[in-house]
């Protein structure tokens, strides 16, 4: 088993964050530190550490990650504008909360994906 991250915590409401969406399969709340304007992490409700642990029987979550970032996309009013969506696995990848988790950043240009 899987150790669990503060963000199951989030989930299930023991600590607070501020959530902006929540369903059965996934919960999206605002980065506590956020890199732009817009700054949400979107997080399947249950517990996969990193994308190297993703299975098939996933999918219907991970989907899920996608259709809310979507809706919240418009929601924040920077669907037109354009943001980025990024999943970071692994020490290289620069991933600190083992519990995979969907960024959307926007508000702002990003500028280039990777900084040297
Ligand atoms: P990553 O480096 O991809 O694992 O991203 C982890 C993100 O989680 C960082 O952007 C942190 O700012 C954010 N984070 C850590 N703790 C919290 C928290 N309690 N509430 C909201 N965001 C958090």
Sequence with gaps: MAEET????????????????????????????????????IVPNVLIPTVNEVEAEHEQALGRLFTVARKLAADAGIAEDGYRLIMNCNRHGGQEVYHIHLHLLGGQPLGPLLAH
């Design 6 to 41: 503060i963000f199951s915590k989030i989930i299930r409401k023991e600590i607070p964050a501020d959530i902006l969406y929540q369903d059965e399969l996934v919960t999206a709340f605002r980065d506590i530190s956020p890199k732009a304007p817009t700054h949400i992490l």
